[in-house]
T-cell receptor
Framework: DADVTQTPRNRITKTGKRIMLECSQTKGHDRMYWYRQDPGLGLRLIYYSFDVKDINKGEISDGYSVSRQAQAKFSLSLESAIPNQTALYFC???????????????FGEGSRLTVL | AQTVTQSQPEMSVQEAETVTLSCTYDTSENNYYLFWYKQPPSRQMILVIRQEAYKQQNATENRFSVNFQKAAKSFSLKISDSQLGDTAMYFCAFMKPREKGGADGLTFGKGTHLIIQP
């Protein structure tokens, strides 16, 4: 099984619908991130979290919200989806508490969202 | 804010050739970390190689190596003896030092689509 699991893998929805993308990890990492990937734009940070009580906005947080339900779970919500939120969304984790911290991000397999 | 620039949107080479992907970045930090990630058509993000700025020696991982030029703020990736399985998007990424907010995530370039032709 994957260390970082995202659901759903693919989703098609309509404008105005509420969408939740879920992420769970078995790596025991403290840091979790949501990135958005668009063709020609690379990956951009939406939100990140240090623990269940710590949520931080990234570069492009408008139109999104997150919830860190537990150390292992971090969900991304689109309250009212719009077509320009059509993208590939990645959840990632990182371990900044261990002495072997390398800064490496460990990614889920991505959730492709299409908003019609 | 840090920026990462990949000036080659797409590259195509023949199998077995050597190819170099370019990456430049802008930062005022002296110590930081640089990464190359590979994204094959499966869309999984895979770490290729990592470099710490305080290390003079260029990182290598099998057929993958970097040319890290700190003064020029350049971090190119060289792939030797390229294989069909190297076909992918390649992203260069920057991370600030931990004590300067490195845990806030990586800053990515826009990517280079590398195609290996048979």
């Amino acid at each position: 099984d994957a260390d970082v699991t995202q659901t759903p893998r693919n989703r098609i929805t309509k404008t105005g619908k509420r969408i939740m993308l879920e992420c769970s990890q078995t790596k025991g990492h403290d840091r979790m991130y949501w990135y958005r990937q668009d063709p020609g734009l690379g990956l951009r940070l939406i939100y990140y979290s240090f623990d269940v009580k710590d949520i931080n906005k990234g570069e492009i947080s408008d139109g999104y919200s997150v919830s860190r339900q537990a150390q292992a779970k971090f969900s991304l919500s689109l309250e009212s989806a719009i077509p320009n939120q059509t993208a590939l969304y990645f959840c990632a984790t990182s371990d900044f508490t261990g002495t072997a911290n390398t800064g490496e991000l460990f990614f889920g397999e991505g959730s492709r969202l299409t908003v019609l | 804010a840090q920026t990462v620039t990949q000036s080659q949107p797409e590259m195509s080479v023949q199998e077995a050739e050597t190819v170099t992907l370019s990456c430049t970045y802008d930062t005022s930090e002296n110590n930081y970390y640089l990464f190359w990630y590979k994204q094959p058509p499966s869309r999984q993000m895979i770490l290729v190689i990592r470099q710490e700025a305080y290390k003079q020696q260029n990182a290598t991982e099998n057929r993958f190596s970097v040319n890290f030029q700190k003064a020029a703020k350049s971090f190119s990736l060289k792939i030797s003896d390229s294989q069909l399985g190297d076909t992918a998007m390649y992203f260069c990424a920057f991370m600030k030092p931990r004590e300067k907010g490195g845990a806030d995530g990586l800053t990515f370039g826009k990517g280079t689509h590398l195609i290996i032709q048979p």
